[in-house]
Structures are given as structure tokens and as C-alpha cells.
């Protein structure tokens, strides 16, 4: 007999532009590399290598929408960025973790809005969809999880309480509550204890167009991103020395988490929804 639990989608995000400031939706489409255009853009240096708010906080003020047809970026003091959701120009390639891969360079318009505001010569580039770039099988098993430009896994699982977690120790060391954002989830969980996704096996969704079952294979070890204010883009610290409290994962060689990535298992252009509900299945070591 397998132990379930049941949950329910409390949110759901997209990052089109790595990176960059996400945005909530009521419901997203499941394509093989996640959610349809998540991280589907991405911005680069010279010769390709991605860049993030690890080296430019500022990445975090860059707020994206998407609008009909159109992908549109803002920032403080900038105007609105423009871009066809189905424009490329000129076929590149760029670097994601050690990664090449094939990418559609978005042109010089593009690249001087985002080397303007970031304050250093950048590019904007797209993933070639025509392209496999696979996430790691040590992880994933006999699933070929496909990936766009997310670090390695198509999405990203959390859970309500295990925010409430962070910020009750937040709150024991005099710091304000910080918001989900700083995690960059994709798929936001009620339902469960504190960090409870962490022994989760599947998710299985019985939605409006149909099953959509998703794989949590490998707990997200945390990078500084989320010590970087998404309203302000000031760097702390007081996230991630809440996390090291506590957080020291025995199955990362003790890097600190939070989170699950995820592989899709089955529900290729099915919608998940806000308040869909799963029955999730525990993972036994």
C-alpha cells in the first residue's frame, strides 16, 4: 500500500526571463521542459555564459509579463521592452552551469535596454525549442525530464508551510517575513507540514483536461538569490542564516535547501490550475 496525502495548489509561477522577477497566474500550461515560456528567455555576457542576480541584484527589478502575444519587460527609470513571443533573430549559442546550448539571439534593441539598466554590455537570448537539453539521470531515473533555461530541472515545488517555517525563525531573530518570491517556485503547495514536499514521491493531478503527475526527484540547494530583496534588490543575509540554522541537507552533502525539483511524468499540454487538488504520494528511503 502506498501512503498519500492530500494537497492543493495555493499558487502557481512563471519566469520567462531567467532570473528576472516572476509573476503569479491562475493557471499554466505543462509542456515538456515545465510551464509553457518559463525561463524560456535568458540574459548573457559576451560570450554566452548566463548571468543572474548572484552577480547583478539589480536582475530582480526587471519585471516581466506576458501580454497577448507579446513578452514585456519593465524596469525603474527604463520604458517598457517590447518583444514577440514568437520573434528570433539571429541563431546563437549560450551557457547555462557548463552547459552549451543552441539559443536565438533577440537583437540589438533587446540587448541595450538590458545592458542599460544591468550597467554592463549583455544580450538577451531565447532557448532553441528544437533542442533536448535533459536534466540529470542520476536524478531523474528512467524519466527524460527536458529542461529550457532553468539551472537543470523544469520546475520547482514548495509548500506554504515551509515558508511559515522560514519566517517564524525570521521573526525569532528580529528580521521581517519575507514573501515566496525569493524561492522562485513554479508550483506552491498547501496541506503539508513544514518542508513536507521533502518526502514527497508524485504528485498526481486530476485536473479539467485530464492527469498531470509530477516526479519531485532532487531537493534545490539554495544559492544567495534568496537573500536579495525582490522589492529593492538589496542584499542580506538573514534568509540564508535562517536556512543554515536548520537546513543542512544530509542528501546534498549537507547543502542547505529548500524546495523540490521536479520532473513531469505525465500531462504534456494539460493546464494545472490554482486550487487543484493532488493526492501525493510519500517517498520511502
Keep these: ?21 516572476g509573476f503569479a497566474v491562475g493557471d499554466a500550461l505543462v509542456v515538456e521542459t515545465g510551464f509553457d515560456l518559463d525561463r524560456t528567455w535568458m540574459v548573457v555576457d559576451g560570450v554566452g555564459d548566463f548571468v543572474s542576480q548572484r552577480q547583478l541584484p539589480r536582475m530582480a527589478l526587471v519585471a516581466t509579463r506576458l501580454r497577448g502575444e507579446e513578452l514585456v519587460l519593465r524596469a525603474p527609470g527604463m520604458l517598457a521592452l517590447h518583444i514577440a513571443v514568437d520573434r528570433v533573430e539571429v541563431p546563437c549559442e549560450a551557457t547555462v552551469w557548463g552547459n552549451r546550448m543552441k539559443a536565438y539571439d533577440m537583437g540589438p534593441l533587446a540587448a541595450q535596454w538590458i545592458s542599460d539598466f544591468l550597467g554592463q554590455p549583455l544580450r538577451l537570448v531565447r532557448f532553441d525549442p528544437e533542442q533536448r537539453r535533459l536534466a540529470d539521470a542520476r536524478w531523474t531515473g528512467e524519466v527524460e ?47 503539508l507540514d513544514e518542508h513536507g514536499e521533502d518526502h514527497l514521491h508524485e504528485l498526481s493531478f486530476s485536473t479539467a483536461d485530464g492527469p498531470v503527475v509530477l516526479r519531485l526527484v532532487k531537493p534545490c540547494v539554495r544559492c544567495p538569490i534568496p537573500d536579495v530583496d525582490p522589492v529593492t534588490a538589496e542584499v542580506g543575509h538573514a534568509v540564508g542564516d535562517a536556512l543554515r540554522a536548520y537546513r543542512s541537507d544530509p542528501r546534498m552533502n549537507g547543502g542547505v535547501t529548500f524546495g523540490m525539483n521536479a520532473v513531469l511524468v505525465d500531462g504534456i499540454e494539460r493546464r494545472l490550475r490554482v486550487g487543484d487538488a493532488a493526492e501525493a504520494s510519500i517517498a520511502f528511503a
Design 1 to 21: 500500500m502506498i501512503d498519500t496525502t492530500p494537497v492543493r495548489i495555493e499558487s502557481l509561477h512563471l519566469y520567462p526571463v531567467k532570473s528576472c522577477a
Design 145 to 191: 525530464a527536458e529542461a529550457a533555461f532553468q539551472d537543470g530541472y523544469p520546475l520547482l515545488v514548495a509548500s506554504t508551510a515551509s515558508l511559515d517555517a522560514v519566517n517564524a525563525r525570521l521573526a525569532i531573530a528580529g528580521e521581517p517575513a519575507v514573501t515566496m518570491s525569493r524561492f522562485r517556485p513554479n508550483v506552491v503547495l498547501s496541506g
